[in-house]
């Protein structure tokens, strides 16, 4: 393909996502155009209704129904799959994989199911596929890993990857407000979705940092081999403890490799982070990515991690490549893409994932609760660092907060059972992880 | 070039960064070899002093003395300059890329001084060269802004781009330390050079900028027609005036790009930075890039910025790219190189660089001198917003420190030159800049 050759884009899925690359990529194509150096033409989109009315105004010959009829039109080179789920989605960026087109994504969910079978397609038929937007939205941090730090192994990758959650925690600890008030007030904004859960319950964060495990570590980690905790039991009284101890509130994926032993752990959790700590105070809708090298050291990355411009700018950034890389001739692959035969490490049991803990009790304000607690405790070998007591919420009961030294999480787990057990203890813990990260 | 064919590399000049290089590459070489899908050989190293012992062991039959024996080598590949200064580093360049092959540089002043004549030679003999660590050590910054961030235009760039300065400034303010005292602590410490001037009076930094604007912008600027302003004149009292101002001191490289009057502006000078802004809260030898861009909006990059292995991180990025480029064959291009014809804009003039100052004065204390001093700046229609009157450390003296509102560097230049003649002013004035950045 040579500079005056055109490259055809075809765009399933005309969403707030797919109306921002079709408006951006428009309004930037002479920029674009003269930076990759062949012509980019939007030739096709597909909708779901023909007859919705949309922001972005496209001819109607451009559009069509049948996304299929995109993946499988041999004109087209680029198919941008924005459809989001991960049924119809699958069945078309396969389908044009098959005809070795390249597939632009930004749809997490579907490589956190079916990442192993797509990346297997398109190598088997010479396609390629693409997902700088499928994690932190407009941050690079996709090429960032693959290319830019391609000299280093990666012992710890961490970071804020749901923009919803970073609001809300954030608005909780400014606000000095509850989750529910803050979460109802982040769906009148259009902060959070009606049906909340992927977001509160970690879940979107999960499929991220699956998406990070493998480029990092060439393994996928499915969602229920993590540990992923959400962040609906946290409450405004949890930010005024940490913050007497120094630290922040944030959920996390937590991406560690231990090279000595070979082990990979993934987990998704509400984090305590060092008020001094750059991620601690990166706060609304921001996205935060912390990323340790062998040999860089420690990196970080941080902008809008979702919304339409952000994600378009990702997309666009894909797109880019992939008409580069159709300059080349079909034979060129990217960096990382050759690495076909990964060594792979088995993933970390529970007594190998280790950090401090901070755990946050109701219960009856009543002598000798403290010293059950204490004893379930050490009978697991967790020592206890810090104690903080304060009035509960309901009458009768006490709110006991204790942070631990080191332990790892089978011990946790096992002590959090025995807790529940007792009497004096009135509801389930509420169990955070300490991350004395640099 | 197929996948079991070797790319050879050259490295030209085995100081800090080359042995760490060598090192890297050699220690990670397989993974290397699998990402990027071809062979890469240490072919050859060339050294000032033959006899000189190294840290990092190499064959004698791989070193020479004689950086061009290896740029006209027909069997290299791939040239690493990592020479330093511009001289020798920019024939042994010359040479490379006039036969075609690729260059990888850390030199930013060789980059800043001589860019136009390199890329206009890499681009007329089929060469490339790339320069990823010259920028931010290993923080991949040219790749975000060139790849990543390919659909945007960057109405802003800015950040802290010398590890030196930021580190003496961070300790000025934490130490409550005069400069002086603490240049001579990391002249001792090895984080200054024994000539500090390059890095504290600004130049550094301008070097670096002036590779970030080109690549944002398309056009080389001349450190002589920047702004460039050092730290050697700060002192821990503007650190405390700062703070009760609610901002903090850094050095900044500062880009700025008014797409409405096509006008572009490249500045270094320290800068009031509000407390709550990450890059204020990026301490010691990091540096940190911040990236706004007209589709992405704010992103953010932090790492550190020099150092054998950070800078050998993005060298060994550059090396994988140029080796994955090889293998897409000669004629294939990176994105952004095919950029050669970019509109040009202009340098802005002094009247529409704009900002809020901070100007800290010593002046005789006797009646009437605030006077004086707010009538030269009312007669430029400088505003003051804020002033703080000290004690000076001179007897019979007074500091007094005035921010201002939004005005532009044609007034102020001519305030500060009515403000040194007169009589009541002691000393040159100490002129900040006011960062209201996002």
Redesign the interface.
Known sequence: MS?SMTVNIGICGLGTVGQGVWK??TA?RA??E????VKLNLARAAVRDLRKTRAVKIPAAKLTDDSFSIANDPSIHIVCELIGGTKLAREVTLTALRHGKIVVSANKALICEHGAEIISTARKHGGHFFF?ASVA????II??IR???????FPRIYGILNGTCNYILTQMEDQDAPYADVLAEAKRLGYAEADESLDVDGWDTAHKAAVLAWLAHGRWVKTDQMIVEGISRITPADFKNASVLGYGIKLLAVITRDFKRDELSVRVHPTLLPE?N?IA??SGVFN?VSVT?D??????????GAGQ??T???V??DI??AA?LL???KG????????E??PTCRLAPPENIRCRYYLRLTVKDEPGVLARVASVMARHRISIASVIQNPSEYSGAASLVLTTHESNERAMQRTLRQLKALGSVLEDPVLLRIGDFE
Chains 1, 2 share one sequence.
């Open positions: 500079d951006h990529l930037n920029d674009l003269r930076r990759v150096g700088e939205g407009g941050i690079p090429k960032a290319e830019g730090l391609v000299a280093n192994h001094g750059v105070n990166v935060a090298g040999v860089v050291g420690t990196t970080l990355y941080s902008g809008r411009d952000a378009a700018s990702a666009i950034s880019a490549d580069s300059k080349h001739g060129a692959h990217l960096l990382g893409e050759a690495d035969s990964v």
